[in-house]
């Protein structure tokens, strides 16, 4: 009997799955899409740290800025009629793809920046970044071999707008945005946007305080019949 066993040839054995069963094969069709996936799964952007802030904190802001927005581009085709609220440039973008800009036309409390949030959150210009440039732009040439403009996004505010007023004779746009360009993360982004909103508020109120200042004059204290002195 044992060698009657021993004489018998065993064919091959299927590995038991999770429910004891061998695996049942896979239909073409399913692997045929499996592997579409796998091959274009390379070629998708994977969204960064700087799109994932630029996506969240710029549809917050916009949502806060709608009616404000709203009111002023209401207010602008009363004022110029036919004359248009926005105004529309061509703009290059990441790897030097151009793009249509609009902004409202007013500069009164930097709504023409606030008004191109909809272009951070469709992904054309960033919320942190270097001034966004004109083709044809000298600016847009590259010194080197290194064509560090086409490596990120024009931004809302940048490294070099919130340095424009700076006293210091290094502080040059172009280098201030190769600065950014090279070292640029989002706790940077973080405290740029966050001078870029407390200076024009500082100035503000530094404004609010010496004009109240320059009210309380010696006029205004003195007591009923007094003179000055001859």
Excluded: C
């Amino acid at each position: 009997m044992q060698t009657q066993w021993q004489g018998q040839s065993r064919g091959p054995r299927r590995r038991p799955g999770p429910t004891g069963r061998g695996r049942r094969p896979t239909p073409p069709r399913l692997a045929a899409t499996r592997r579409a996936l796998r091959a274009l799964a390379p070629a998708l952007p994977r969204p960064t740290a700087k799109r994932a802030l630029d996506l969240a904190l710029g549809s917050a802001l916009l949502i806060l800025a709608a009616p404000l927005l709203a009111a002023a581009a209401l207010t602008l085709a009363a004022q110029r009629g036919s004359g248009g609220v926005l105004t529309r440039s061509t703009r290059l973008g990441a790897d030097g793809r151009p793009f249509v800009l609009r902004s409202l036309h007013t500069r009164r409390l930097r709504l023409h920046v606030i008004s191109r949030l909809p272009h951070v959150v469709r992904g054309e210009l960033s919320l942190v970044g270097p001034a966004p440039l004109a083709p044809g732009d000298v600016r847009g040439r590259p010194a080197g071999a290194r064509d560090w403009r086409l490596e990120l996004k024009p931004g809302l505010t940048g490294l070099a707008q919130i340095r424009h007023r700076s006293a210091m004779p290094w502080d040059e746009p172009d280098l201030l945005d190769q600065h950014y360009a090279e070292h640029h993360r989002p706790g940077l982004d973080l405290a740029i946007l966050a001078e870029a909103v407390g200076a024009p508020l500082y100035r503000a109120a530094r404004s609010l305080a010496g004009r109240g200042k320059a009210d309380l004059s010696d006029t205004d204290h003195r007591r009923p019949g007094y003179r000055t002195a001859e």
